[in-house]
């Protein structure tokens, strides 16, 4: 999480530029029907926010002005489906305002790195899964959970850095030429937690997951070999 002081008005802005339009096509596509006929989803969408507002709260904050803490979009994502996903983020981002734990002016920017592309890249990856159509439900969970969160994770902390250097505000380690062998300390954590829960909502809560498609990957396997009746 980057802090406004940090970012410049043209990455601000353009953060805004990013996030408003996306963030109201996702208002607009996600089931509001569904969500309010439904207390299941109601419940796991107030769930997965306040799961959200704790780990993001769960975090290292520096004195320079950026904060580390896990993302945690990509089980989020495959658990209520990218447009509710993303008001999820939203709403988990409006409490750390409201405590004063995020910079108002900076939600654009913030919410453009750690809601949209991870949701963008855990989407791309789940569709790539879906069209493959593979029976085993393992596929479903390394590709579209340990991998997915480790590209997210990277892919965040790569443009993160850009963004700072390109501003030139930040004022960038001396290690960065070691920062390789760090990323394993934080992609290696960011997949293991998002794997890890979408493994557990695969063996007992498959139904809760939106993306996952129970008639494939868990009905028993077809043999042309099987006596018909």
């Known amino acids: 999480?980057?802090?406004?002081e940090l970012l410049s008005i043209a990455s601000l802005t353009l953060g805004w530029l990013i996030y408003l339009p996306v963030l109201l096509w996702a208002i607009a596509r996600a089931p509001w029907v569904e969500l309010f006929s439904d207390s299941r989803r109601q419940h796991l969408l107030?769930?997965?926010?306040f799961a959200l507002f704790l780990l993001w709260l769960v975090r290292r904050d520096f004195d320079?002005?950026?904060s580390y803490h896990f993302i945690g979009?990509?089980?989020?994502t495959l658990l209520l489906d990218w447009p509710l996903a993303i008001v999820a983020g939203l709403i988990a981002q409006i409490g750390l305002v409201l405590l004063g734990r995020q910079d108002l002016l900076a939600v654009?920017?913030?919410?453009?790195?750690?809601?949209l592309l991870p949701v963008l890249i855990t989407e791309c990856v789940a569709i790539l899964?879906?069209?493959a159509q593979p029976r085993n439900p393992f596929v479903y969970i390394f590709c579209s959970g340990f991998f997915a969160a480790a590209l997210s994770a990277l892919l965040?902390?790569?443009l993160s850095l850009t963004l700072l250097w390109y501003d030139g505000l930040f004022a960038m380690p001396e290690w960065l030429e070691d920062f390789i062998g760090y990323l394993w300390l934080l992609l290696f954590p960011e997949a293991f937690i998002n794997g890890m829960v979408v493994s557990a909502l695969v063996v007992f809560c498959p139904e809760w997951l939106e993306t996952f498609n129970?008639?494939?990957?868990?009905?028993a396997p077809w043999k042309d070999d099987d006596p018909k009746s």
């Open 73 to 76: 979009m990509t089980a989020v």
């Open 214 to 219: 129970r008639t494939r990957y868990l009905s």
């Open 156 to 158: 965040c902390l790569i």
């Open 46 to 49: 107030f769930g997965t926010v």
């Open 129 to 131: 899964v879906e069209r």
């Open 1 to 4: 999480m980057i802090g406004a």
């Open 64 to 66: 320079t002005g950026v």
């Open 108 to 115: 654009g920017v913030n919410g453009s790195l750690l809601i």
